[in-house]
């Protein structure tokens, strides 16, 4: 199996800056991609931002100019530094990874952390 681990949510104030870090580990023979979901109070999970190993950025529209991605291969980590930060980012950060669990095998897995949460006061 493959297990996530976040840190660096908190609570901060409308303006500020928070880190994000997850870190995988388990049976891992290659990752695919990299990314942050959140779920906010009464709505679904959405998309933040994701990044392949090869560098390849995604983001969400309303985090574009504020939030960056980044990986490190060597580390299995993935990181977002979210700056300017709104109450209206307020919401639990999920992380999430497609690995390749074995060279022999050609399917690819989900797997997600526990959740952080981030809170942003107005």
């Known amino acids: 199996q493959v297990q996530l681990v976040e840190s660096g949510g908190g609570l901060v104030q409308a303006g500020g800056s928070l880190r994000l870090s997850c870190v995988a580990s388990?049976?891992?023979?290659?990752?695919?991609?990299m990314g942050w979901y959140r779920q906010a109070p009464g709505k679904q999970r959405e998309l933040v931002a994701t990044?392949?190993?090869?560098?390849?950025?995604n983001y969400a529209d309303s985090v574009k100019g504020r939030f960056t991605i980044s990986i490190d291969n060597a580390k299995n980590t993935v990181s977002l530094q979210m700056d300017g930060l709104k109450p209206e980012d307020t919401a639990v950060y999920y992380c999430?990874?497609?690995?390749?669990?074995?060279?022999?095998?050609?399917?690819?897995?989900?797997?997600w952390g526990q959740g952080t949460q981030v809170t942003v006061s107005s």
């Open positions: 999430k990874t497609q690995v390749r669990r074995r060279n022999w095998e050609v399917s690819q897995y989900n797997y």
């Open positions: 388990g049976t891992i023979f290659s990752i695919n991609t």
């Open positions: 990044i392949t190993t090869g560098g390849s950025t």
